[in-house]
């Protein structure tokens, strides 16, 4: 009589580890590497909304085309303003609010909720209560502005060239804030407070303690909330295309925009996955120099000490 085959314990785990994460994995496969694989593909190939099932290889001209008119680089340009920006700006001020919520405050629980309405409205509304307080007519920002003397005249924030990407940003500040600031709380939740009880004994001030304990044991938790944020940003669509439309003269079309006007509007999906796939090589590139700097700075310290 034939035994069945004994498997290691090691197998065993690897089998059972198979099973647990395989309908999550079949998930991502079906809904997000199916429709890359399925993008690059297109972008290969004269494609139009109204020409889906006829494919035309185009000897990647949609590539070429792309960086021929140099919208291409416009596109990239504010989409690297715009993320650089307001994540150092999240980060700042979300560090910032994260010490205040860490410290010892009256009502300091009622804040930490109140400060997670921002990110719990949805993008859509967000923008358009933003739209409205812009509008230059009754818009509660120039009222304010002016009601203070410091503008004599209302501000067109989201058709003016200049003012329209700091708008758009301002809007982005508000919604992404509270995840910002509430990750890094919750890195500084977990610092030992005996490391602040020993430096205070050792006289160093809140200042010496924030850049020799805080920040050092807030690494990890500050390379994984910075790198989350520069890619929700890099995708950013919504709050761009509801609140400008990517205008006005494209001083707010990103990426995401510009690959959104190609397929959709222009009807040109070949050269709409064209770009996606652009954007997609530039995403990880982005996150691949972002996570070895990391990694390096690491590494000296584990040589230096």
Not at 22 to 50: C, Q, R
Not at 269 to 275: H, P, R, T, V
Request: charged residues 15%; proline residues 4%.
């Amino acid at each position: 009589m034939n035994r069945p085959p004994r498997f290691s314990e090691r197998t065993k785990d690897f089998i059972f580890l198979l099973l647990i994460i395989s309908p999550a994995l079949a998930m991502l496969i079906f809904t997000i590497g199916v429709p890359m694989v399925k993008s690059l593909y297109m972008s290969l190939f004269n494609v139009t909304l109204l020409s889906m099932h006829n494919y035309e290889w185009n000897s990647f001209t949609n590539y070429k085309n792309i960086f021929a008119d140099g919208e291409f680089m416009q596109a990239l340009k504010v989409t690297l303003i715009y993320v650089l920006s307001i994540v150092f700006i999240q980060f700042i001020l979300g560090m910032m609010l994260a010490l205040v919520l860490n410290s010892q405050i009256r009502f300091k629980r009622t804040l930490r909720t109140l400060i997670l309405i921002p990110w719990v409205v949805p993008t859509i509304i967000g923008a358009l209560l933003w739209m409205w307080l812009f509008q230059p007519q009754y818009g509660v920002i120039n009222h304010i502005l002016m009601s203070l003397n410091i503008t004599d005249q209302a501000y067109t924030w989201l058709s003016d060239m200049n003012l329209a990407l700091p708008a758009v940003m301002l809007a982005a500040l508000w919604k992404q804030l509270p995840f910002m600031s509430t990750m890094l709380l919750a890195g500084m939740q977990g610092i030992s407070e005996d490391m602040y009880e020993a430096a205070m004994i050792d006289g160093a001030n809140k200042r010496q303690q924030f850049i020799h304990i805080t920040l050092p044991m807030l690494k990890n938790t500050i390379k994984t909330v910075t790198l989350i944020a520069c890619i929700e940003n890099f995708k950013m669509f919504p709050l761009f295309w509801i609140m400008t439309g990517g205008g006005p003269l494209d001083q707010t079309t990103t990426l995401a925009i510009f690959s959104y006007k190609a397929a959709f509007i222009e009807l040109d999906l070949g050269k709409g996955a064209a770009i996606g796939a652009l954007w997609l090589l530039i995403m990880l590139a982005f996150s691949w120099t972002y996570t070895k700097l990391f990694s390096i700075g690491e590494d000296k310290e584990v040589a230096t000490s």
